[in-house]
């Protein structure tokens, strides 16, 4: 087999990333946008050793789970790598991504459970980043990037996002063109827009407007203001973010509040929850309920014990456990996070919750050697999974039950893998599917100490 050679192939499973897997020749190939029991043209367009990637150039029969995708981007943009199947596919799908990854990378002989569906298959998202993009003409249009690049693929109603955020980019980027206001180009380091970062609470409805400079202002910015928000009554705060860095982080350093208090407010487990631009928030709010729930059921903490929420963000995973407990920690390394989690604490009137502003492996060190024994640790940490610092403190501590709240199986799986060899015992794996169409799926994840 060679690049370009065309071949007949049917699909028999789906990889982590979204794609069809078919085998020919006794090598695995990898097609994007195609689905289990499907017969397909593909044509070859990468060989290495022991596998292949290919496109899709004709489908010769269809598998029963395949369906009509309903958006114009579908394909284009590096959103949902899912939308030609059908959820009940996805939901098995993504169970066997968790499957894989705890048997094949932890070594675990444990089935992992059913994954648990979100309530809302599409427009469940409360934040969207639209990087901003210019025709010829200087007409303004928000989309999202194509795949593993920067190119914008504009898409007027991505089905991932409330139709509210949908609307308020269509306006800002009618306000755009009008205003004669240019975009930003990467190559140049010229122009303006670079984002429109929104937010939405999904149970207070509170919406906040956050526009990504190059530059410090914009001169239309109490138009722009009186005109959004008497068009969009739900805007509850509107800001100007700073970015003038050669860089893909789509945030600078700096925002300004133009409207409003620079914050919304929304509730996650009746949590009370304040958010503003830098704020880390699970993106489908109602799922994440399920997952929060689905996490403190695993911990089944009694009247009076200690729990330590590492990685614990705006506190939202750790208060959402408190009822009865006697003491709440929490570490997370951005200060406006934990300034988050303190008020919503307060807000709560939970009086013995402490949050510590440091690096998670460092805080858990430093609270090992002062003596701090958990009855549960939370662990929610980043798609890199834990660092050794952190395990190392955990395994210290030794506390009788493990939750692991983890957005990759794969580094979930190996962090699994060495907490065991050093004395517990993997429970249940339970997938949680926060972000239905794409390729990603959350994972709960319960380890027991053997000696207790």
Do not use: W
């Amino acid at each position: 087999m060679t690049k370009n050679d065309s071949i007949q192939l049917e699909i028999t499973g789906l990889s982590s990333d979204g794609s069809g897997i078919g085998r020919h020749q006794g090598m695995a190939v990898f097609v994007p946008f195609t689905a289990p029991g499907d017969v397909a043209e593909v044509r070859i367009v990468k060989v290495m050793k022991s596998y292949a990637f290919g496109i899709l150039t004709r489908l010769i029969a269809s598998a029963p789970a395949r369906q009509e995708a309903d958006c114009e981007a579908f394909g284009k943009c590096g959103g949902c790598a899912l939308r030609h199947i059908d959820y009940a596919a996805e939901l098995k799908a993504k169970r066997g991504f968790v499957q894989d990854a705890f048997t094949k990378l932890g070594g675990f002989d444990l089935e992992a459970v059913a994954c648990l569906p979100s309530p809302e298959e599409d427009r469940y998202r409360n934040k969207v980043q639209y990087p901003l993009v210019a025709d010829d003409d200087g007409t303004v249009h928000y989309g999202f990037f194509a795949s593993r690049s920067h190119r914008v693929i504009p898409c007027t109603d991505c089905k991932l996002q409330p139709s509210e955020l949908n609307q308020i980019a269509d306006a800002l980027c009618a306000m755009f063109t009008e205003y004669g206001v240019n975009v930003y180009d990467e190559t140049s380091c010229k122009g303006v827009l670079r984002h429109l970062y929104l937010r939405r609470g999904a149970h207070s409805g509170e919406v906040m407007v956050c526009i990504v400079i190059n530059a410090n202002g914009l001169r239309q910015e109490t138009e722009l203001v009186s005109r959004l928000t008497a068009q969009f009554p739900a805007i509850k705060t509107i800001l100007i973010n700073s970015n003038r860095d050669n860089t893909n982080v789509i945030l600078g350093r700096r925002s300004r509040t133009i409207f409003g208090d620079g914050f919304i407010s929304d509730t996650l487990c009746d949590v009370p929850v304040t958010l503003g631009p830098a704020s880390f928030y699970q993106v489908n709010t109602l799922a994440a309920e399920q997952l929060y729930r689905t996490a403190k059921s695993l911990a089944a903490l009694r009247p009076g014990e200690v729990l330590l929420d590492l990685y614990c963000g705006t506190g939202t995973i750790g208060l959402s456990m408190v009822d009865g407990i006697g003491k709440l920690v929490g570490v997370e390394i951005v200060p406006e996070a934990v300034e988050s989690a303190r008020q919503n604490a307060a807000q709560m009137g939970f009086e013995n919750a402490h949050f510590f502003c440091e690096d998670a492996g460092a805080a858990a060190a430093h609270l090992a050697a002062d003596g701090l024994r958990p009855d549960v640790i939370v662990l929610d940490p980043p798609r890199k999974g834990c660092d050794d610092a952190t395990l190392d403190a955990v395994l210290r501590m030794a506390p009788q039950r493990i939750v692991m709240v983890s957005c990759n199986a794969a580094t979930a799986a190996r962090d699994c893998k060495k907490l065991c060899a050093e004395g517990y015992t993997l429970g249940e794996v339970c997938p949680v599917d926060l972000f239905p169409r794409t390729r990603h799926v959350e994972t709960c994840v319960l380890l027991s100490h053997k000696n207790l």
